[in-house]
């Protein structure tokens, strides 16, 4: 089995021969020197009785050329009449152009899934782009709930998804270690501290952390400091408790993440921006200084709505309106520190420095009013050459049965991503939480996700991954020609490398051809898009078409997979069961999910 370069999928193959088309015409005058090609795409059509695949060709290039669309389409449609992957061209309303392909071609598509085998679907659009993606990035002030479990496994997914597409991808959690929240935190532990040492400690005060996560940091505090911090004042115990409190709950959230595989390469302290070798904030507020994107000034009053940080009075701020946002923004509090928005701009060009222009930022719902303005500190730094695409990941609701979900006893106030996937599994959890476009609220159901049916989509992928393993030992087991059919998949691959895939031509089977020549391309426009929920959608419907093609079998012997009296024809639809296991197992793999040989 091939991890090799893949063979250029069949869209892109078809687009190039358009682009053969126009350049044609480009020769022949009909369209002018120099324009502008790469706005033309090459995808499926929404209805099938139009054609396998549409493109938008002379409706992109018209204007340029000084055409009417459709006398272009029909120009461009003339000449791919004449491909010998082509049946039909049809042009469509103002000038689409649809093409109908041989069925020769599909048969082809499956020999390229056999024979690219786990690199089939990988793709070299990123050309080794790097890119960071930042994602989860939660307070350390206890452990996960479920809405960072969403933000988790969707950066994480999306990061597989570029690596699979070719770009060169850093996974990245941002610490919040400074600010007010991590000092409520220090003195939440030593609270739990005071409880370590025997003290009475009552009903946890308002605003301080209630959930009983903190008291092994109040253990750990005590064994290593016994009655010590008791006799130092605040300013002396606070960083050390905080600092401990901070040490043991990243350990925690890194093994919540870890219970659903998550890593990240790099965890970012926002507080060494301050305390490193060089103050990088002040650095950065220096640099947008020079650069005349910063200056003293006074802010108007905010009209219609309110602005959180609007304080009256000459203060120091970022010129965010030259770069797309609504209103400058403050750099310094009234006290003369930081505000947070000024240590996220520096945090961000420290991303730029380390060589990173392509940049995704996974946050939570609460953030969306915040976007503007780091994707406006984002053009400042790097002189509009860099990029930041900020993804917002919706709350979820969760239940059980329809009914909301009580709060964790351990957290106090949340239920912990932890308690959910010891409950459901790391596989439902992931999934289900892609099977959901990330800015819509996802209603996740405890119960649901574990039925075996249908309408459990995690479920229902993995049966068809393992139902496609249950079909191979049947073909062994009811077939003396298929004995030698391996159970490995690199050597089974290899078996079927042959088959007579051109006698796959029911209606259904070419249907699921289509489906798997599609999976390349699926990949490189979720990639784009950063859309990971995109594969699941994919792998449910393969999946769906395979289980209902299976079903047909039944009451329709002819349309089985194993056909007991003619081989080879078994053995070329073994060949589309293989094609189908492997884009499966390669869809749930970029979605972190496993692919089961049996289900129990």
């Not at 229902?460 to 087991?477: K, L, M, P």
Request: hydrophobic fraction near 45%; include cysteine.
């Amino acid at each position: 089995m091939t991890t090799s370069a893949p063979t250029p999928h069949l869209f892109a193959n078809v687009l190039a021969r358009v682009h053969a088309v126009c350049n044609d015409l480009i020769a022949e005058g009909v369209l002018p020197a120099g324009i502008d090609l790469s706005r033309i795409v090459v995808e499926p059509t929404k209805d099938a009785s139009h054609g396998d695949m549409a493109s938008n060709a002379a409706m992109v290039l018209a204007k340029e050329a000084k055409a009417k669309p459709r006398d272009l389409a029909d120009a461009i449609a003339a000449k791919l009449r004449a491909d010998d992957l082509v049946t039909s061209v049809d042009v469509a309303g103002p000038g689409f152009i649809n093409l109908t392909l041989k069925t020769s071609v599909w048969a082809e598509a499956l020999r390229a899934v056999l024979r690219d085998g786990d690199a089939y679907g990988r793709s070299a659009i990123g050309a080794g782009e790097k890119v960071n993606v930042e994602y989860v990035s939660a307070n350390p002030t206890g452990p996960m709930h479920v809405g960072h479990c969403r933000g988790a496994v969707f950066g994480d997914a999306l990061a597989s998804l570029l690596d699979v597409a070719g770009y060169d991808v850093t996974r990245e959690y941002y610490i919040n270690d400074a600010g007010a929240q991590v000092d409520v935190l220090g003195r939440s532990a030593f609270l739990r501290y005071r409880e370590a040492l025997g003290e009475a400690i009552g009903e946890i005060p308002e605003g301080l952390y209630p959930g009983d996560y903190l008291k092994p940091v109040g253990q750990a505090l005590a064994a290593e400091h016994g009655a010590a911090l008791n006799e130092m004042p605040e300013e002396q115990w606070l960083p050390i408790t905080r600092a401990k409190a901070i040490e043991m709950m990243m350990e925690m959230i890194k093994g919540d993440l870890a219970a659903l595989n998550i890593s990240h390469e790099v965890f970012f302290s926002e507080r060494s921006l301050i305390t490193g070798a060089i103050d990088q904030v002040g650095a950065t507020i220096d640099f947008l200084r020079a650069k005349g994107d910063v200056y003293e000034g006074r802010l108007p009053p905010p009209k219609g709505k309110p602005v959180d940080d609007y304080e009256d009075r000459e203060q120091t701020l970022f010129r965010a309106t030259a770069y797309g946002d609504d209103v400058d923004r403050p750099l310094l509090k009234s006290n003369g520190g930081y505000t947070y928005f000024a240590s996220d701009i520096a945090y961000h060009k420290t991303k730029v420095d380390r060589g990173f222009h392509n940049m995704v930022d996974v946050w939570g719902a609460d953030h969306g009013g915040y976007i503007k303005r780091v994707q406006a500190a984002i053009k400042a730094v790097t002189d509009g050459k860099g990029e930041l695409d900020v993804k917002i990941v919706q709350l979820v609701k969760l239940l059980r049965n329809g009914e909301p979900v009580k709060m964790s006893k351990r957290s106090g106030d949340f239920v912990t991503l932890r308690e959910v996937v010891d409950e459901v599994g790391s596989d439902a959890v992931r999934f289900m939480m892609l099977f959901r476009k990330n800015d819509a609220v996802l209603d996740f159901d405890l119960a649901k996700v574990i039925e075996q049916s249908k309408d459990n989509a995690v479920f229902y992928v993995q049966y068809g991954h393992a139902r496609g393993h249950s079909i191979f030992r049947n073909a062994r087991e009811q077939m003396p020609e298929m004995a030698g059919l391996p159970l490995e998949e690199g050597p089974r691959i290899a078996y079927l490398q042959d088959a007579a895939v051109e006698r796959l031509d029911d209606t259904a089977e070419l249907s699921l051809l289509r489906q798997l020549a599609l999976y390349p391309r699926m990949i490189e426009a979720a990639a784009i898009a950063h859309e990971p929920h995109r594969i699941a959608f994919y792998l449910y419907d393969l999946a769906s078409a395979f289980h209902a093609h299976w079903t047909q079998g039944r009451d329709a012997p002819h349309l089985r997979f194993i056909i007991t009296n003619d081989a080879q024809l078994t053995k070329a639809r073994l060949a589309l069961v293989q094609s189908i296991v492997s884009v499966l197992r390669s869809g749930l793999a970029v979605l972190g999910v496993s692919a089961p040989d049996e289900m129990r």
